[in-house]
């Protein structure tokens, strides 16, 4: 399939799946059961990733504010980065590796397995059963794991601080003067709208698996690949609205 069918496949599954989401039954154990797999076992790794990325990227901030001696803006810089940028988008990306390979390949499994044909004969939508409640958790997981992210990021950004001699009072000092509520409501809504995509990009690519077990690889491939892509294309979409509206 061609890249842009692709893009049209992705965009009219998006679409159905609304519609089923809003359709009764709402299976709430599912989704309970995909936010414990999407955002509890996701917090090692993510905590790995925003304490160290905290740390790196305080770092540089230091080497450069020092050279004009205005260390005290290294705190606010570095966590404005994160509330606008980095929190959401390594987080979506960190997701779509660990989570959304995972929903491909499981779906892609049922798909040759004709277990998805097995709902449906039963009367069951395959899309509202097994895709729904993986969007939905993940559209919830992905703010609260914003604010994980940023929370450790903060506390990377200090220990890599203390290494120069700034103290944590110095580095959080003007946090709250550059971090404002708006930026935390940018954050909060890349980070539903990336967890979405991630949940309707690899639920697709899982339901349009066909042929042998070596199709369940590709497509779940193509699914962080394509996810990968739609996250910056959003990223770009929604800073855009944020900045012609503020």
Same mark, same amino acid.
């Given at each position: 399939?061609?890249?842009?069918?692709?893009? &049209?496949?992705? !965009?009219?599954?998006? &679409?159905?799946?609304?519609?089923?989401?809003?359709?009764?039954? @709402?299976?709430?154990?599912?989704?309970?059961?995909?936010?414990?797999?999407? %955002?509890?076992?996701?917090?090692?790794?993510?905590?790995?990733?925003?304490?160290?990325?905290?740390?790196?990227?305080?770092?540089?901030?230091?080497?450069?504010?020092?050279?004009?001696?205005?260390?005290?803006?290294?705190?606010?810089?570095?966590?404005?980065?994160?509330?606008?940028?980095?929190?959401?988008?390594?987080? %979506?990306?960190?997701?779509?590796?660990?989570? %959304?390979?995972?929903?491909?390949?499981?779906?892609?499994?049922?798909?040759?397995?004709?277990?998805?044909?097995?709902?449906?004969?039963?009367?069951?939508?395959?899309?509202?059963?097994?895709?729904?409640?993986? !969007?939905?958790?993940?559209?919830?997981?992905?703010?609260?794991?914003?604010?994980?992210?940023?929370?450790?990021?903060?506390?990377? $950004?200090?220990?890599?601080?203390?290494?120069?001699? !700034?103290?944590?009072?110095?580095?959080?000092?003007?946090?709250? %003067?550059?971090?404002?509520?708006?930026?935390?409501?940018?954050?909060?809504?890349?980070?539903?709208?990336?967890?979405?995509?991630?949940?309707?990009?690899?639920?697709?690519?899982? @339901? !349009?698996?066909? $042929?042998?077990?070596?199709?369940?690889?590709?497509?779940?491939?193509?699914?962080?690949?394509?996810?990968?892509?739609?996250?910056?294309?959003?990223?770009?979409?929604?800073?855009?609205?944020?900045?012609?509206?503020?």
């Amino acid at each position: 399939m061609g890249i842009i069918s692709n893009f &049209l496949g992705i !965009i009219l599954f998006s &679409l159905q799946s609304f519609r089923e989401t809003l359709k009764p039954p @709402f299976r709430f154990s599912l989704v309970f059961k995909e936010i414990e797999f999407s %955002g509890v076992r996701s917090l090692p790794i993510i905590a790995i990733t925003s304490v160290f990325l905290g740390m790196v990227f305080t770092l540089h901030s230091i080497r450069a504010f020092s050279a004009v001696g205005m260390e005290s803006l290294v705190g606010p810089s570095v966590m404005l980065s994160f509330a606008r940028e980095l929190a959401s988008g390594f987080a %979506g990306l960190i997701i779509t590796g660990r989570v %959304g390979a995972a929903y491909c390949s499981q779906i892609g499994t049922m798909k040759i397995t004709e277990q998805l044909d097995a709902l449906y004969i039963m009367g069951i939508s395959p899309i509202q059963y097994v895709a729904v409640p993986k !969007i939905v958790a993940l559209a919830i997981v992905m703010p609260l794991i914003y604010f994980f992210f940023m929370f450790l990021g903060m506390i990377g $950004g200090m220990i890599s601080a203390s290494f120069y001699s !700034i103290e944590p009072f110095l580095f959080l000092k003007d946090v709250h %003067g550059w971090v404002e509520i708006e930026d935390l409501v940018l954050g909060v809504v890349k980070s539903s709208a990336f967890g979405m995509t991630i949940g309707f990009t690899s639920c697709y690519f899982g @339901f !349009i698996t066909a $042929g042998s077990t070596e199709a369940v690889g590709q497509r779940t491939t193509e699914s962080i690949v394509y996810s990968m892509i739609i996250i910056f294309i959003v990223n770009y979409v929604i800073s855009s609205l944020f900045y012609l509206i503020k």
